[in-house]
């Protein structure tokens, strides 16, 4: 008599499985930590010792089908469940003891009912509890592979031997035959457990399930309990001959010896040499109020989880992409369950101006997950740039500078290679800044691009230094109907508002709609610290980041860009709160005041007056507003409305004392 | 920005205010006071002041004249762009009558206030 020892299961489990567990706590379960069924398989054992009683979880564990459809006749499946939980915390003080108890209490349960007769792979039913650290790609973990302990411990009359010892070549070539016959007629549930008739008057094996299997009367034949072996060890048995030995006891309690067939088949070499025979003593099973089960697995001989690290192995573009997802999902667990995500990545964003405010748009725009960046610019990098501008670097300056849009996008990629970045080195014309005609062609061609880019673009971000070179894209934008977020800077302060657009319900008003006379040539006249953008350094990065919150904002409003300018005390808002028309904000005072006003009829940019006249002679009417922009006022009626406080100024009514101090209209 | 300010609401009284825009209202019907004052949020795109800072205006004016005149009396280059609001958070329409614009904003002491400030366009 000796005892028999068994070799228990070692887990292994594919980095796919913990994709697939990350995505589905981030998009799927998130703070849900409730029980999930998951299937795992394994082989039998092979020649290498080291691969022994392997058991795996992949990509499919989570669904049956997935796992079945993935499975070769080689492989056996095993029914499990997950309890992942939310912090390490609950993954440290879950009781084990109850957990091993409890799921083995299922399985005696199912020896008990014969329902394993149906379903053998209960008998292999296991547990894993987990603790995934997203954000690092980490993942501890533990499985049970609970086995019961029957009253007294298995012992076997005999000691195991190989399979050659019992039957001859022809035999074993016979059971070969008929096993792979079996498993290609029966369900894969009945693949690791079954039985094998030896009549030995015919001298031939036959192979029954459990569920048609009828205890042999027949004195001269030889029934053997067979079961798919992962164990590779020629003195032990695999782990679920534990369960195994059990459930056959109770089923055929006859019997005071059982001989299993410990089935070890090489994949795919059709070798069953270094398959066993083992006898095994009747065992009984315990009270189920006295039942013990072991099984939690060692890791280095050692009661404790496992770490996976994924951070490691991953791919790094795919770490980058899953890492930025996962930051953003987070918010739709508890903080803005709504978020749209898709919505947000398939947003395509132009941004006129590679500047401050074009850098920190890009960066605030990436921090969302939104990676469609196109920029323009028609500079280079200058020595003043890197400090102020965060996509560029001391090295970018060198050697005349580099092509400023150009290199944001490249810049866009260093920061995340998924991005779609790109870029145009376009020179923007603006009114009241005429050019010779050799220069038509050039300027028409860049009008063309200029055109062509915000009709494939979804949002026009207005970051450019003066306000004349917004004009174009305000137009542009207004006649192809599409969002614009202008954002602008003064010296400790900034503008950031969004455009109304032709068929808006009560139309807010552009960039150009409050005031009364048609852009110019700013530059002109001016002195260096007139010229360039003299700022207080944090009003770019303030108005970079609010011009892309405003946007996030008014998508997440299910109106979108209709939707009604919000303003203190307003009931109308988004899923993301305010949606302002415009913020007007103070770095001298730190606030921002939300103001909001209508669109002008009279609009040097957005009027009908204008769009019309655009729409009817295109180039050529950009032309003359380029080289003389009076002519906007013209169009709009402004001039007159201008000629009409001069001639006020000049033709001051008589004014008796009393109303000296005012100016009369 | 948020709280309108007003140097001559600071240096006038209540009632010397009251009685100062009836005094206009009936001696120039058909017209509003209005101060408008130079916003003293920030620093940068500093205007001037305006040397005259109330006005009595025909109520069929639009905020454009008003502006067109605020423009003429600083001398503003065209190439300065500014805007004009009243209370905390309007932008009054610029095509808007200023007879509309008295009756929904004017202070409590008759006078409609309203603020000028010169518009950022730096990137
Ligand atoms: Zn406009």
């Not at chain 1, 915390?89 to 084990?96: A, P, R, Y």
């Not at chain 1, 010779?436 to 055109?451: L, P, T």
């Amino acid at each position: 008599m000796s005892l028999v020892q068994f070799e228990s299961f070692t887990s292994s489990v594919d980095p796919d499985y913990w994709y697939e567990l990350e995505n589905k706590k981030l998009t799927e379960f998130k703070l849900d930590n409730t029980e999930r069924d998951i299937y795992a398989t394994y082989n039998t054992g092979g020649e290498h010792e080291q691969v022994s009683s392997r058991i795996r979880l992949s990509r499919g564990a989570f669904n049956k089908q997935d796992t079945f459809n993935t499975m070769s006749v080689y492989d056996f499946s095993s029914p499990g469940t997950l309890l992942n939980s939310n912090t390490m915390e609950d993954f440290k003080n879950l009781d084990k003891k109850a957990i091993i108890k409890e799921v083995a209490k299922k399985i005696y349960d199912s020896i008990v009912s014969g329902d394993w007769i149906n379903d053998p792979t209960l008998l292999t039913r296991f547990y894993l509890i987990s603790y995934a650290e997203l954000k690092q790609h980490v993942f501890y973990h533990w499985f049970a592979f609970p086995a019961i302990t029957p009253t007294q411990a298995l012992t076997s009359p005999t000691s195991s031997h190989l399979i050659g010892k019992t039957f001859n070549e022809e035999q074993v070539e016979q059971l070969r035959v008929a096993y792979d016959m079996y498993r290609t007629d029966n369900h894969i549930r009945d693949r690791s457990f079954f039985v094998v008739v030896h009549n030995q008057t015919s001298n031939t094996l036959t192979i029954n399930s459990f569920s048609s299997y009828k205890e042999e009367q027949s004195s001269d034949s030889k029934v053997y309990f067979a079961f798919a072996d992962p164990s590779s060890l020629e003195s032990h048995p695999g782990w679920p001959l534990r369960n195994f030995s059990l459930a056959v006891s109770h089923r055929f309690p006859t019997h005071s010896v059982y001989t299993f067939l410990c089935i070890r088949e090489i994949p795919n070499k059709r070798d069953l040499s270094r398959s066993l025979f083992i006898d095994i003593n009747q065992a009984t099973l315990s009270d189920p109020s006295k039942m013990v089960a072991v099984g939690w697995e060692k890791t280095l001989n050692k009661s404790r989880p496992k770490i996976a690290d994924m951070g490691q192995m991953m791919d790094p573009i795919k770490l980058a992409e899953s890492s930025v997802r996962l930051n953003l999902e987070l918010m739709k667990w508890r903080m803005f369950p709504s978020l749209d995500l898709n919505k947000l990545s398939n947003t395509k964003c132009l941004l006129v101006g590679a500047g401050t405010l074009g850098c920190h748009v890009a960066r605030n725009l990436m921090a969302w997950g939104c990676f469609n960046i196109t920029f323009i610019d028609r500079t280079k990098v200058s020595f003043s740039n890197p400090v102020r501008q965060p996509l560029y670097e001391y090295v970018d300056c060198l050697n005349g500078g580099a092509n400023k849009a150009q290199c944001a996008a490249d810049h866009v990629k260093k920061i995340y290679p998924n991005a779609n970045a790109n870029a145009y080195s376009l020179d923007i014309p603006m009114p009241g800044h005429p050019y010779d005609d050799s220069h038509k062609e050039a300027v028409q061609s860049h009008y063309e691009q200029m055109n062509e880019l915000i009709k494939s673009h979804d949002v026009i971000y207005l970051l450019t230094d003066t306000r004349e070179s917004r004009w174009l894209p305000t137009l542009l934008a207004t006649a192809n109907d599409k969002i614009v977020i202008n954002a602008a800077l003064g010296f400790d302060s900034y503008l950031v508002m969004r455009h109304g657009q032709p068929n808006h319900t009560n139309r807010l008003g552009c960039y150009f709609c409050f005031d009364v006379v048609a852009p110019v040539d700013s530059t002109k006249d001016r002195t260096l610290d007139q010229q360039c953008t003299v700022t207080r350094p944090g009003v770019s990065a303030v108005a970079g980041s609010l011009a892309v919150e405003l946007l996030v904002a008014m998508l997440h409003h299910k109106l979108e860009s209709n939707a009604p300018a919000s303003i203190v005390g307003s009931q109308d808002q988004g899923e993301l709160g305010f949606i302002p028309h415009q913020i007007r904000g103070s770095m001298s005072n730190f606030q921002n005041a939300l103001m909001t006003g209508s669109a002008y009829n009279q609009c040097t940019a957005c009027s009908d007056a204008i769009v019309k006249e655009y729409k009817k002679n295109g180039f050529d009417f950009l032309h003359k507003v380029f080289n003389r922009s009076k002519l906007l006022e013209e169009l709009t009626g402004l001039d007159q409305l201008q000629q009409k406080t001069q001639g006020m100024l000049d033709e001051m009514e008589f004014i008796d004392e009393d109303d000296e101090e005012y100016q009369f209209m | 920005m948020g709280i309108p300010n007003s140097k001559y609401k600071e240096q006038t009284s209540f009632s010397d205010r009251i009685q100062e825009s009836n005094r206009i209202k009936s001696k120039h019907p058909g017209r509003v006071p209005v101060v408008v004052e130079r916003y003293q949020g920030w620093s940068g795109e500093q205007l001037p002041e305006l040397k005259r800072s109330k006005f009595i205006i025909k109520e069929c004016f639009t905020m454009g004249h008003l502006m067109s005149m605020v423009r003429e009396q600083m001398e503003l280059r065209s190439d300065q762009q500014m805007f004009l609001f009243c209370g905390r958070s309007e932008i009054p329409p610029t095509a808007v009558p200023l007879s509309h614009i008295y009756s929904r904003y004017k202070d409590e002491d008759g006078f409609l206030y309203i603020q000028y400030a010169g518009e950022s366009a730096f990137g």
